[in-house]
């Protein structure tokens, strides 16, 4: 724990365990995504295949270093990443779509629905820092820019399989 961040923080007029609070909910999106992103991949069937398998993977392992990021700014606001993978389910602000049609435009549809629930929940956690929290705020504009180029894949994939 950082005594000197979390004092920086409360500072500037930020509620410290509202702060992981939040950071926590989106950490439990980012496993839930890296989930949902791994398993899609295992199980994807249809016209170019190979090629969203490779864009799912690549998209987990992203949502898994994301995960790392917040965790870390957890412990240095002084709290604790969620510990219990069922708690995921109790604090997602996107939830978990399993997969249950494999057909790869479908598994498409479901993780663009996914980024951009997540590039509300980035949003509203830099509007939350902006000007108060520089580095919590600067994680967020991170992760969102990567989760706006996640979107922007899967989009560009589904179109071209549904133009074919």
């Known amino acids: 724990m950082g005594k000197k961040t979390q004092e920086l923080v409360k500072k500037a007029g930020l509620n ?7 950071l926590n909910k989106a950490y439990a999106d980012e496993w839930l995504a890296y989930i949902q992103y791994w ?3 295992q199980v994807a069937q249809g016209l170019m295949r190979p ?9 987990a392992a992203e949502e898994l270093a994301h995960a790392q990021m917040l965790s870390e700014r957890i412990i240095q606001l002084g709290g604790a990443p969620i510990l219990d993978p ?16 494999f057909d790869v435009k479908a598994l498409l549809k479901q993780n663009i629905a996914g980024e951009r629930c997540a590039i509300a929940v980035y ?4 509007n939350y820092t902006r000007g108060k929290d520089p580095v919590t705020m600067h994680i967020a504009r991170h992760i969102m820019q990567e989760e706006q180029e996640h979107e922007q ?11 074919k």
Do not use: R
């Open 123 to 126: 949003n509203d956690l830099l």
């Open 153 to 163: 894949d899967l989009e560009d994939l589904l179109t071209d399989i549904t133009s």
């Open 86 to 101: 069922e708690d995921y389910f109790k604090q997602t602000n996107c939830g978990y779509d399993a997969p249950k049609d």
């Open 16 to 22: 410290v365990n509202e702060l992981i609070k939040k």
């Open 51 to 59: 090629n969203v398998q490779s864009e799912l993977k690549e998209h």
């Open 39 to 41: 398993t899609g991949a």
